[in-house]
């Protein structure tokens, strides 16, 4: 199990009562539609193979392992219970001499530390110390889970310390993970213990209160569950503290992105639900992250379709830890596999940089006649019914918008913004805006998506007031994307008050009104050429 669960990944069709009133909202004819201007197109291009020394980077073994259960002190006088792995000689006793070390996965998942331990040993075979921690409270630790919290970074710190104090230890340390150990790699980087030199971060945050908990504001219902299993007080904690506060502000990345400063490889993917808060970091720190985003959902890249070997993360390694200036970085900041994959998207691509060089705004108004073109059209207004309870919109409870059928493809490369003019006749509303690819034959993929509380329309500190039928200005940030609609297909947009698995249906029954057309709502998206 993943912290937290896997949300939406690969494109998959709806179900057949959605794609019904996703049809009925948006009255999108058979009909050849005016296409999207020319710089708004691209065509296809020759999938590119990651040749990329980095990727194909190899050294053998040189080692055996040999495990030892540790208990790592700490400085209120606790401890972390742990398993070191050492490089081990052939009669599995510890190889003499000093190594490098790695954090392998600081985690809440005991349950899961001997798949950690068994992976480890790629790199201790090849002359690496790893430690698997168990935080405060899980597993043999002894204490309260309380994820990334000061405290659990506080013992994070002392873990990287003491590792690098082990005497068979070089004292240069590195920490990986996936998912919770992501996120704990990233904010053990930014509380800047001495010995840290590198981290690999797959599939971690830069905001546990934006990117998971109260995404726009609007408490995430696939957490819940989570909650219940790995740390049952936060049912409470998180409830206590529904606005952005020194609560949240001690377990994030982004309040101290001015403190990642080590070289930091992310691992990303373009189907993970946290995909939104990698890509800050690398927007924030360009100088020191590098960022791979294939085409995966939430977990290990490893044995997946375009998935990456272990030979990069080696290549990391020994360039940040061992010295080897030998050992190759990538070509590129960026490298990211153009999705659907497999499918209309033409594979890996490296940039410099990331929307990549030459990517610009393409601004599409929602009209009312449930089109997006670039001319707005006539001022207009329409609306949709909320949506209180916990399946998909129903018909009434949506609008939809679409372009016409694409002449040439259409490439997406970073974030959207749906902005909005909204009236409310309660006193508070969700917003949930989520783009889809309509196929000739009518099946329909979700491409990405965002959520705002319309309370939360000026930020996350403080309350806005909502007048019930007034109009309040918004913008819904929609998370980035590399996805390629194909040539005859259409780009869709569904507006709703809720994208149930995703987000609580948590706000009063009514109806919500958007002005559209001219002086209304427009969406902008990042295109390549």
């Given at each position: ?32 539609a005016p296409a999207l ?229 992310e691992i990303n993917g ?93 601004t599409l108004s929602l ?163």
């Amino acid at each position: 199990m993943q912290v937290p669960p896997d949300g939406t990944q690969r494109p998959r069709p709806m179900t057949r009562r959605t794609l019904c009133t996703l049809g009925a909202a948006t009255a999108i004819t058979a009909a050849l539609a005016p296409a999207l201007p020319a710089a708004a197109a691209a065509g296809k291009e020759a999938p590119l193979t990651l040749a990329d020394p980095f990727f194909s980077y190899s050294r053998p073994a040189l080692y055996g392992v040999a495990r030892e259960d540790v208990r790592v002190p700490l400085r209120d006088g606790s401890y972390l219970a742990a398993q070191l792995y050492r490089p081990a000689r052939s009669d599995g006793k510890p190889a003499t001499g000093r190594f490098p070390g790695i954090i392998y996965e600081y985690t809440a998942y005991a349950g899961n530390l001997e798949v950690f331990g068994s992976a480890t040993a790629f790199y201790v075979s090849r002359g690496y110390n790893a430690l698997v921690c168990q935080v405060r409270g899980s597993g043999a630790s002894p204490g309260t889970v309380d994820p990334f919290s000061p405290q659990e970074q506080r013992d994070n710190y002392d873990a990287i310390e003491w590792l690098a104090g082990h005497p068979a230890s070089t004292g240069r340390i590195g920490q990986m993970g996936q998912s919770y150990g992501g996120h704990t790699s990233l904010l053990a980087a930014v509380n800047q213990p001495p010995h840290l030199k590198a981290i690999i971060p797959t599939n971690g945050l830069s905001d546990w209160y934006e990117n998971t908990i109260y995404r726009g504001g609007i408490y995430s219902a696939r957490i819940r569950d989570w909650q219940k299993s790995t740390a049952p007080d936060t049912l409470r904690t998180y409830a206590e503290h529904p606005l952005y506060d020194d609560f949240w502000r001690g377990r994030s990345v982004m309040n101290r992105w001015d403190r990642l400063t080590i070289p930091t490889l992310e691992i990303n993917g373009w189907y993970d639900r946290y995909r939104d808060g990698m890509v800050k970091n690398y927007l924030t720190r360009p100088r020191n992250v590098w960022m791979v985003s294939g085409p995966w959902d939430h977990g290990n890249p490893q044995g997946l379709y375009a998935g990456i070997g272990l030979g990069a993360y080696l290549a990391w390694w020994d360039r940040w830890l061992a010295g080897d200036r030998h050992a190759p970085l990538p070509t590129a900041r960026i490298t990211s596999y153009e999705i659907p994959g497999p499918g209309a998207g033409t594979g890996w691509h490296q940039f410099d940089q990331w929307p990549p060089r030459g990517a610009h705004a393409l601004t599409l108004s929602l009209r009312k006649d449930s089109t997006l073109r670039t001319a707005a059209g006539p001022g207009s207004t329409a609306a949709f019914d909320v949506n209180t309870g916990t399946e998909a919109p129903a018909s009434h409870q949506q609008l939809g918008f679409s372009t016409g059928t694409l002449r040439r493809d259409l490439v997406l490369a970073g974030s959207a913004t749906l902005s909005l003019r909204a009236a409310f006749t309660a006193t508070d509303g969700n917003i949930a805006a989520v783009l889809y690819d309509r196929a000739p034959d009518g099946t329909t993929s979700r491409i990405t998506a965002g959520w705002l509380k319309a309370a939360h329309r000026r930020g996350h500190t403080a309350l806005a007031p909502v007048t019930p039928g007034a109009y309040h200005d918004m913008d819904v940030h929609i998370w980035p994307t590399h996805y390629r609609v194909a040539a005859g297909h259409q780009l869709v947009l569904r507006v709703s008050s809720d994208d149930y698995p995703e987000i609580d249906s948590d706000v009063p029954a009514g109806r919500v009104t958007l002005r559209v057309g001219s002086s209304g709502a427009a969406l902008r998206l990042t295109v390549r050429p």
